[in-house]
């Protein structure tokens, strides 16, 4: 990994500042035939990054095409040890290009760069080696059966490609969540279409210089900008060359594609959003509880699915613990990706921004108080026409109260004071979402008890976003379908045909 500690040039000034495109058959397209697109504006100053194309059904067409000649031809028939190796190639060239993709993401999304440059472009390499072990060590289950006559027969499992694979990702962690598709997909011999945010697509654009420079085969790796309904997304989810996708999203934008994948039968991989319990007993370690919170809650400007935006605290700490959380708020510094003192970013966009000050205005008419923010903050000049929020505490909302109830998907939390066990656990799972936990006790009998009781596809104790790759990723309820992740990638990205022989 190559994170690099000198100062880095101003994002002013970087090359990455340019036009996204398409990347079809392993071209660059930079005009769509309808000549439809957008400016890439940037989040934390408001200032044009470049053109984006949008591609309409054509586009979307041309890279299935590509993605399915790749999948009858050269891919198709490379060994699963060359196939890796490629991969492999691919992460090393992104750490090789590491201040590339650095600038591209963070112009992109306006977030730290002290935090991309730990977590988004080597986690976005990572997911191209995680994958290969797994895709080379497969293993199926193979049964001998009795038969009247009593020579018998022999069951054995084969898993093959899925095949090609529609890949739609969001904003917050764009390569990141993006190669943790890619990455699985390829190295299990699919191909596949990228549709990238609308807002972030520079560093899907970038991979496609990767792939071709390691020599990845062209039409493996295809990527068509645009928005999502009546736009890429719509047109690539609905393709009929498309034979399964995965998606990461709002819930919304999730039941749409599962409608869309419905025509056909084709089966879809869905991590959708969250309202994240944190909850902290009295018995906790308070520095840990504070440090995990904090970055539960702040990290990424608040835009992490897994993020905290409902904590609960046992009475006897409430107290200490908002006071203490106050103090971590108002200590975050807001400013340009390029500064090292920088400790939060922008929102994404006004959009986002307009919905997550609705928020705040909803939070002080249903009578909360507020502890720390509830507005914008005031920025310098330079930064002024950026999507800045201030990091906002609430306490003392009712439960079914909008602002305790619905993913915002900011930079806040509502806190809640609890007394016992169960109760919390009840108040926990009183969503219809069930993503992710955070528990934070020294009590290990607790811990477990606990952990076992809540409703997620993750619960960390005493951590948070602390991820092994080989482990199960997902959410229960609405937070999503299906999990990727080590083995239970196989799931979504081969099918298995069970082989019956006579004997
Ligand atoms: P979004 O649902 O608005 O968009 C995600 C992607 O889907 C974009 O590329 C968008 O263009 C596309 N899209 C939207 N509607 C579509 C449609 N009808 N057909 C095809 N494509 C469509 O989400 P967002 O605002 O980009 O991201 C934030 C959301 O993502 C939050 O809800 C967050 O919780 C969730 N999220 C979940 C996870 C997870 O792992 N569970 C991770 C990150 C983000």
Sequence with gaps: M???THPRRPLTESAARRDAAHFINGEFVYKSA??????????????????????GREEVDA?????????????????????????????AEINRRFDDFLEAECLDTG??????????????????????????????????????DG??????GLRRPRGVIAVISPWNLPLLLMTWKVGPGLALGNTVVVKPSESTPLTATLLGEVMNKVGV???????VHGFGGNSAGQFLTEHKGVNGVTFTGSTKSGEQIMLAAAHGIRPVSLELGGKNPGIVFADCDMDKAIEGTMRSVFANCGQVCLGTERVYV?????????????????????????????????????????????????????????????????????????????????????????????????????????????????????????LAAAVWTENLSRAHRVAAKLEVGICWINSWFLRDLRTAFGGAKASGIGREGGVHSLEFYTEITNVCVKL
Aim: proline content about 9%; aromatic content about 8%.
């Design 2 to 4: 190559n994170v690099q």
């Design 34 to 55: 309808s000549g439809k697109g957008y400016d890439n504006i940037c989040p934390f100053d408001g200032s044009r990054i470049g053109f984006v194309p949008e591609a």
């Design 63 to 91: 890279a299935v095409q590509a993605a399915r000649a790749a999948l009858e031809g050269p891919w198709g028939q490379m060994s699963v040890v060359e196939r890796t190796r490629l991969l492999a190639e691919v992460a």
């Design 111 to 148: 977030k730290p760069m002290s935090l991309a440059a730990h977590i988004d472009i080597p986690r976005g390499a990572a997911n191209f080696t995680m994958f290969t072990d797994v895709a080379k060590t497969i293993a199926t289950e193979t049964f001998p059966m009795p038969t009247p």
């Design 151 to 156: 020579a018998g027969a022999l069951n054995y």
């Design 217 to 223: 085969p062209k039409g493996v790796y295809n990527v």
């Design 314 to 434: 046992q009475r006897p700490v409430f107290d200490e613990f908002v006071a203490r959380l106050k103090a971590g708020a108002e200590g975050l510094k807001l400013g340009r990706p390029e500064d090292p003192a920088t400790g939060m970013g922008p929102l994404i966009h006004e959009v986002h921004r307009k919905k997550v000050l609705s928020y705040y205005a909803k939070a002080v008419e249903g009578g909360a108080t507020v502890v720390t923010g509830g507005g914008v903050p005031e920025m310098p000049a330079e930064l002024a026409g950026g999507s800045w929020v201030q990091p906002t505490i609430w306490t003392g909302l009712p439960d079914d109260h909008a602002v305790v109830t619905e993913e915002i998907f900011g930079p806040c939390c509502h806190i809640r004071p609890f007394d016992t066990e169960e109760e919390v656990i009840h108040l926990a799972n009183n969503t219809p979402y069930g």
